[in-house]
């Protein structure tokens, strides 16, 4: 249900762009730098990866435009020094404005951009690490724990960026995930049952090309 309303968000967007917007189209590359995952131990953000087309409508003069980019997404955590990937589609939608600096627009043009983000995870959910115990009654032995990722989130990008010479564009961006992203339970632990749940926020830094 979220994916369907995600897709119909868009099209009503670009369905609502005056007839003498400007369209472009182009394609995008960029890193993943996710941050520690809130409320959970000896769990670490590390650096993935995302690429994908993207389409951008743009009222001339006004500077106000919409981007919306289907990017393929890897996210990596490590958890007790094992490496989990989370692969997602991701369906980022910005409300960008142009900012219209005359001296410098026709070589850069900068942009700010705000707008929700739907991704729906494609890969594994459910993860098993091992927790090394050194301490306790328990030293020399292993605890397992489980980490599950959520089927689908709901984020908000907040960022800024500039077009080159009418081509290029560079895009540094602030991911906030609105609900909970992963739970970490211990089931050998009556008291780790309900799990604990956490948010997993993402700076993300792009190229990309419009044609």
Not at 6 to 26: E, N, R, S, Y
Not at 175 to 203: E, H, R, V
Request: glycine share 8%; hydrophobic share 45%; net charge neutral.
């Amino acid at each position: 249900m979220k994916k369907f309303f995600g897709i119909l968000f868009v099209m009503a967007l670009f369905t609502a762009a005056p007839a003498a917007a400007q369209l472009d189209w182009g394609i995008k590359a960029g890193v993943n730098l996710a941050e520690k995952p809130s409320d959970i131990k000896d769990v670490k953000g590390k650096t993935g990866w995302y690429v994908g087309p993207m389409i951008k409508a743009t009222i001339p003069v006004v500077g106000l435009g919409v981007e919306a980019n289907l990017l393929y997404s890897q996210t990596c955590t490590e958890v007790h020094g094992e490496n989990i990937d989370r692969k997602s589609i991701d369906l980022p939608v910005y409300l960008r404005y142009e900012l219209s600096l005359p001296a410098i627009n026709k070589f850069v043009e900068p942009f700010i951009a705000v707008g929700p983000q739907w991704s729906w995870n494609i890969g594994d959910k459910r993860f098993s690490v091992t927790e090394a115990l050194i301490n306790g009654a328990v030293g020399g032995t292993n605890s397992l724990k489980e980490y599950t990722l959520r089927s689908s989130n709901l984020s908000l990008n907040l960022g800024l960026g500039a077009v080159f010479l009418n081509h290029i564009q560079v895009h540094a961006n602030y991911n906030i995930a609105l609900g909970s992203t992963s739970d970490y339970s211990d089931p050998m632990d009556a008291a780790w049952n309900l799990a604990t749940k956490s948010k997993t926020n993402t700076w993300q830094i792009s190229v990309g090309y419009l044609f």
